[in-house]
């Protein structure tokens, strides 16, 4: 039947469920089975001709499509046996042509179709420019309200020219998390995709985007999101972001999605289905979400990962961008939250739970059914070491936040920055691809912000110091980026972006300065991050299981052993001259890559003194750049 369907298929406005014949199931209704061809949403067939739209809507008494190619009149919609599903067939379609519609559920409620590809929105589609959306369907004001779905059969192909792409192994990853919003002020795909060459250049070779599904609003981090499927337009249309992946693929560099699906938010058609409007609360019978969130980081409406419901949404939603958009790999939003263990603080939170192991790992099974090639399943976790471990164990990576004891150690106070939590040894883990690091992120306040605010100081020293705290963030990238396993850097870390994350607001857009690289000390940061980021990416040392590490003191330093050679970082954190005896991999001459000099090691413990803010990355044989 599955093969059926997908030759009656001519186009679709909406996804190809895991399972387009689930809620078909005979049952005790008294409808008519969903035919065998028809996926969630809008199915087209007979070449674009003619369009079924299905429904999940349980417990539902009526429910009529309404749209475009109906004059706004109901069109009643089918009862499935099993009384879950509700379909009908539309003849006499424009495959060419966009329509709006929606559904008209139990002869009052107007909700989008939760699995179409683009919406409108008449609050705020009118401020979004043409130069990054070009000829944008008009609302159709005057006929409906709210959200409306755009569905058309034959949609405007793209033509992907890399069809070869070879993910980066795991150990390499050097990402970078960007908002498109708060990088380029054209906030658009076009733009974004001729903007690449920097980050070539820069040396990365993932760039992960905060979420791009349609979401509440227009300026947003993208957190409140309502409709899956959609990309938000505004960031440009469906083809740009493809075009966009697509560069990105013929520059090396794999596109990971920030993935939000802990949450939803009110305008969305889930929601809205099933609602309690006395209490202002997803209804106790709403498929997908709970009454209340089970745990106390929630915002939305929180969902229930142990219903079927949501976990074949869900499956459905990996595998619609997955494949249609060729993403590389998820970042999972809040992945503590899937979750039905009720917990009301941080510590009961982070407890070991079980049942999250278990949905993680139907989830994490689901995605390698559908992309086995080395697919990234990132995720936002923050657990105890001993769940952590039981999902890693699987494949998949955590999130590794070590901003707080970074961001001390750039301000110098010595006491609090030990930030040895960058090995995953300490993480009790197995492999250095078990957990993805990161000083900086979306999240967190900006290092150099706080270096100028906050640094220590000392007599002729002062870590407040524009170009002192910059050659400070030299140091720290270098130990980041020396530690081996999976990296991210947030963007414009590289350039030493110095502005609060609370500047405005903390989910407010922010100054964009590309002026920065023209400054000589920042365009210097960048050049060492390039630097020490092709360290990385092109030596086989840097992915060793070999390796020592002190981080405690003023003078840090990570020690690695290869096949082919050796490496040894270390710098003084502190805001005065340190002396210190370390250990080397072995005696004789070692190469700075920074400087291009040579030092000699006549004996191990070697006693090095550093000048405040002084690092090193010394190697036995100069690296490959």
């Not at 900006?446 to 906050?454: T, V």
């Amino acid at each position: 039947m599955l093969l059926l369907g997908l030759l009656l298929i001519a186009g679709t406005g909406c996804k190809k469920s895991s399972n387009p014949n689930t809620g078909n199931d005979t049952g005790n209704g008294t409808g008519k089975d969903v035919p065998s061809s028809a996926n969630d949403g809008a199915t087209f067939i007979n070449s674009g001709k003619s369009v079924i739209f299905n429904l999940y809507a349980p417990e539902k008494t009526s429910v009529s499509v309404i749209g475009d190619f109906n004059n706004w009149q109901p069109t009643a919609m089918t009862k499935s046996t099993d009384g879950k599903r509700w379909w009908v067939q539309v003849d006499n379609i424009d495959p060419a042509k966009e329509y709006a519609y929606q559904y008209l559920v139990d002869g009052a409620l107007k909700v989008a179709d939760p699995y179409c590809e683009k919406v409108l929105d008449p609050d705020n589609d009118k401020y979004i420019p043409t130069e990054t959306y070009p000829n944008l369907m008009a609302y159709p004001t005057g006929k409906t309200t709210g959200i409306v779905s755009v569905m058309q059969g034959t949609q405007p192909a793209y033509s992907w020219k890399n069809t070869s792409f070879t993910r980066p192994d795991k150990n390499k990853l050097v990402i970078y998390e960007l908002h498109l919003r708060d990088f380029i002020a054209a906030h658009n795909y076009q733009t974004l995709k001729d903007t690449l060459s920097y980050l070539k250049n820069l040396g990365v070779n993932a760039v992960e985007l905060m979420p791009i599904n349609e979401f509440e609003g227009n300026s947003s981090w993208g957190y409140n999101p309502n409709f899956y499927f959609a990309p938000d337009k505004y960031y440009g249309t469906k083809n740009a972001l493809k075009a966009f992946i697509d560069e990105c693929h013929s520059n090396g560099m794999a596109v990971i999605q920030d993935m939000v699906l802990n949450h939803s938010f009110g305008s969305s058609p889930m929601v809205q289905l099933y609602w309690n409007a006395a209490t202002s609360k997803p209804a106790a019978n709403n498929p997908w979400f709970n009454v209340d969130a089970t745990h106390p980081y929630s915002v939305g409406f929180d969902f229930n990962h142990e219903s079927a419901a949501t976990k074949y949404f869900a499956k459905n939603v990996m595998k619609f961008w997955m494949q249609e958009y060729k993403i590389d790999g998820f970042r999972f939003d809040l992945s503590k939250g899937f979750t039905q263990k009720v917990s009301n603080d941080d510590a009961s939170f982070a407890a070991y739970d079980a049942s999250r192991v278990a949905i993680w790992t139907d989830y994490n099974n689901f995605i390698k059914s559908v992309d086995p090639n080395n697919f990234y399943v990132i995720l936002e976790h923050f657990a105890v070491d001993q769940e952590e471990q039981a999902l890693a164990s699987q494949g998949m990576i955590m999130w590794n936040n070590l901003n707080y004891n970074a961001n001390e150690a750039t301000m110098g106070w010595i006491g609090t920055s030990n930030f040895s939590r960058l090995f995953y040894d300490q993480h009790g883990f197995t492999q250095p691809d078990n957990l993805v690091s990161y000083f900086e992120s979306h999240d967190e306040e900006r290092l150099q912000f706080k270096n100028e605010n906050y640094g220590n100081t000392a007599t002729g020293y002062n870590v407040k110091d524009i170009a002192t705290g910059l050659k400070r963030e030299e140091m720290a990238a270098a130990f980041l980026l020396a530690s081996p396993g999976p990296k991210m850097i947030w963007q414009f870390g590289e350039l030493g972006y110095d502005i609060s994350i609370n500047v405005p607001g903390r989910t407010d857009p922010k100054p964009i300065h590309w002026e920065f690289m023209n400054d000589a000390n920042r365009h210097h940061l960048y050049t060492i991050y390039s630097r020490l980021i092709r360290m990385r990416t092109k030596n086989e040392v840097f992915n060793t299981k070999t390796f020592s590490y002190g981080t405690s003191g003023a003078i840090k330093y990570v020690q690695l052993t290869g096949t082919s050679n050796k490496v040894e970082v270390v710098g003084n954190f502190d805001v005065v001259s340190q002396s210190s005896s370390i250990s080397f991999p072995s005696t004789g001459s070692w190469y700075d890559n920074i400087t291009g000099t040579t030092i000699n090691v006549p004996s191990i413990p070697y006693t090095i003194t550093l000048a405040p803010g002084e690092y090193h990355v010394y190697s036995s044989s100069a690296l490959t750049l």
